[in-house]
C-alpha cells in the first residue's frame, strides 16, 4: 500500500438494486412507482424554460420548501428540502449525530444507514427485530446519541403505530429522534402531528416513491424551525445549490395533483392486496404490509432459487444477503398487469418442482 492509501477515507458503499437496461423487464426491486407522475408534472416538464439553466437555482429551495409546508400544514421554518431522501438523511447524520453514544436503529431496515454511520464514523448499536420483524419501541429506551427508523420498515413493510413513535420520541428527549416515512403514504399513519409535541423530532419524506419522481430526487424533512435551521447551516456549509431548477418547479407540481396522487396510490395498494393473496395461495409467507412492496419468504423453496428464476424471465425483485433475511425477496408493488405476469410465472415455477 502506498503511504497515501493510509489516509483514504476508506467505506463500504451502500448497493443500491440494479437498474436493467431494456424495455422488455418487469422491474419489481426497487419499489419505484409503477405509474408515471402526475399530467402536470410532465407538462410543466416540457413547458420548461431551458434559457433559465444559465441561473443557479434558488439556494433556499423557497419554492419547493413553500408548497411542501402549505401541504402539510406546517411553517416555512419547519421544512428543509435535498436531493432525494438520501441527501436528506445524509445531512441528518452530519449535522444530529454528532454524541460520543452510539446511535440506534434496528438490525432490519434500510441499509444506508450503516453505511452513513461507518463513513461519518458515527458509533452505532443496532436493536434486533422481534420474532415477527417488528420494531419493539423498549429497546430505544436507554442512553443513545440519536434514534433513526423508516416508518413502515424496509425492507419488512411493517407499520408502527404512532403511539409507539410518541413513546420513543418522549424517552429521548435528550437526543434527535428520525423517522423516515419513505413509504408512508401507502397506507400509514405518519407521526407529522407529534412535531407540534416534540422538539426533538425529524419526520423525512421522499417524492420517489408515492409521487413517481424517483428520477428527479426531491425528499424533505420535517422538524421544529430550530432544527431546520441547524441543517440549513451544515447544507451552505457542504453545497449551497442542491436541488436542480426542474426538481423544485416539478415538486411543486406534484403536490398541485392531490386527486391523481390518491388515485395512483389507490391502484397500488389495491394491488398490493390482490397480490398478498395470490402469494399466500402459492405458500408464501410474510407480514402485513403498509408499503409499496411486500416483503415473503417461500415456505419450501430457497429465495435465491426463486429470485433466480425470476430474473431469467427478466423479472427482477430485490434479494438480501443478510443473516436473518436471506431467505427472503422484497417485490415492489407494479402495475396489475405485472403482478399477474409475477405470480402466474410463479404459479408454474413452483408447480414444477
Ligand atoms: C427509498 C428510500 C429512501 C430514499 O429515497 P430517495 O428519496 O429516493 O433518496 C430513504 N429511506 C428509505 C427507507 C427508502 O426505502
Not at 416539478?250 to 388515485?263: K, N, P
Not at 444477503?321 to 405485472?338: A, D, H, K, M, P
Request: with cysteine.
Amino acid at each position: 500500500m502506498e503511504n497515501w492509501e493510509t489516509y483514504v477515507r476508506k467505506v463500504v458503499p451502500y448497493v443500491p438494486g440494479e437498474q436493467p437496461c431494456g424495455e422488455q423487464v418487469i422491474k419489481l426491486n426497487t419499489n419505484e412507482n409503477p405509474y408515471p407522475p402526475a399530467p402536470g408534472v410532465l407538462r410543466a416538464l416540457r413547458e420548461s424554460d431551458g434559457g433559465k439553466l444559465r441561473l443557479y437555482p434558488e439556494p433556499d429551495c423557497g419554492t419547493l420548501v413553500r408548497a411542501i409546508a402549505a401541504y402539510h400544514g406546517l411553517r416555512d421554518d419547519q421544512v428543509f428540502a435535498g436531493v432525494g431522501s438520501d441527501d436528506v438523511l445524509a445531512m441528518i447524520f452530519l449535522t444530529f449525530f454528532n454524541a460520543e453514544k452510539p446511535i440506534l436503529f434496528p438490525d432490519i431496515t434500510y441499509s444506508f444507514y450503516e453505511v452513513w454511520a461507518d463513513m461519518l464514523r458515527i458509533p452505532y448499536q443496532t436493536r434486533v427485530l422481534d420474532a415477527a420483524f417488528q420494531i419493539r419501541a423498549e429497546d430505544y429506551y436507554g442512553e443513545n446519541g440519536g434514534v433513526i427508523f423508516p416508518n413502515p420498515n424496509a425492507p419488512t413493510g411493517l407499520l408502527m403505530p404512532v403511539g409507539q413513535i410518541r413513546e420513543i420520541a418522549e424517552h429521548n428527549r435528550d437526543v434527535i429522534v428520525v423517522v423516515d416515512e419513505a413509504y408512508i403514504d401507502f397506507g400509514g399513519e405518519s407521526a407529522l402531528p407529534l412535531l407540534g409535541e416534540y422538539e426533538n423530532l425529524l419526520v423525512v419524506r421522499t417524492f420517489s416513491k408515492s409521487r413517481s419522481l424517483a428520477g428527479m430526487r426531491i425528499g424533505y424533512a420535517c422538524g421544529a424551525p430550530k432544527l431546520i435551521r441547524y441543517l440549513n447551516d451544515v447544507k451552505y456549509s457542504f453545497n449551497s445549490y442542491t436541488l436542480n431548477q426542474t426538481a423544485l418547479a416539478l415538486g411543486v407540481e406534484s403536490l398541485r395533483d392531490e386527486a391523481y396522487f390518491r388515485e395512483t396510490i389507490a391502484k397500488i395498494t389495491a394491488t398490493r392486496e390482490w397480490t398478498g393473496v395470490e402469494l399466500a395461495k402459492l405458500g408464501f409467507l410474510f407480514g402485513e404490509s403498509k408499503s409499496n412492496f411486500i416483503f415473503a419468504r417461500h415456505k419450501s423453496v430457497a429465495a435465491e432459487e426463486i429470485f433466480r428464476a425470476l430474473r431469467k424471465e427478466h423479472i427482477y425483485v430485490r434479494h438480501f444477503s443478510g443473516e436473518r433475511i436471506r431467505n427472503y425477496l422484497r417485490i415492489s408493488i407494479g402495475t396489475q398487469e405485472e403482478m399477474e405476469t409475477l405470480t402466474g410465472f410463479l404459479g408454474r415455477y413452483l408447480g414444477q418442482l
